[in-house]
């Protein structure tokens, strides 16, 4: 929603919802990591998130490089 803050992001939630969703078991020995890589994730989300893009940007039906 434009002018409202995005509510903060806790990877730690995110990765017990998304296990318990999913059905995946993260050894303890690998949160660490995983949170990191979540917290790491949703920076790079956030910054394309923050880019204005004309109306007249449409996504492309496919992508060939």
């Excluded at 803050?5 to 660490?32: I, M, N, W």
């Excluded at 995983?34 to 204005?52: M, P």
Aim: proline letters at 14%; a negative charge.
């Amino acid at each position: 929603m434009p002018g409202r803050p995005p509510p903060a992001f806790d990877a730690e939630a995110y990765l017990d919802a998304s296990a318990a969703a999913t059905g995946l078991a993260v050894r303890p020995e690998h949160r660490p990591g995983v949170i990191r890589h979540l917290d790491r994730t949703e920076g790079f989300a956030r910054l394309l998130a923050d880019v204005d893009l004309p109306a007249t940007c449409e996504p492309a039906w496919s992508f060939r490089p």
